[in-house]
């Protein structure tokens, strides 16, 4: 089992940044993926962002420039930093954890970009 905490959302206005972190506990492998999804209201769970154990990273073009992901393996973290948010950023954000046939989501944190 993989426990997963996020944590680092909130309110900010337009044009802001927050930086998100998941932390990962539990039976954590070496062969890993960790990312991002986020569900806007009445909207369906979109993916963000994924950093592979290798340090590969991919993230989705609706926020390619604005958001980077990076991590730390020795703390099994993973970090989406977003820059210049937008109100359509808003939306609850889940860390996404993936192993050979496994996969687990954090609780999900809300991010509110708003004036």
């Known amino acids: 089992q993989v426990q997963l905490v996020e944590s680092g959302g909130g309110l900010v206005q337009p044009g802001g940044s927050l930086t998100l972190s998941c932390r990962a506990t539990?039976?954590?492998?070496?062969?890993?993926?960790m990312g991002w999804y986020r569900q806007a209201p009445g909207k369906q769970r979109e993916w963000v962002a994924a950093?592979?154990?290798?340090?590969?990273?991919n993230i989705a073009d609706s926020v390619k420039g604005r958001f980077t992901i990076s991590g730390d393996n020795a703390k099994n973290t993973v970090y989406l930093q977003m820059n210049t948010l937008k109100p359509e950023d808003t939306a609850v954000y889940y860390c996404?954890?993936?192993?050979?046939?496994?996969?687990?989501w954090g609780q999900g944190i809300q991010v509110t970009v708003s004036s």
């Open positions: 950093l592979t154990a290798g340090g590969s990273t």
């Open positions: 539990g039976s954590v492998s070496s062969s890993n993926v």
């Open positions: 996404d954890f993936r192993s050979p046939g496994n996969r687990y």
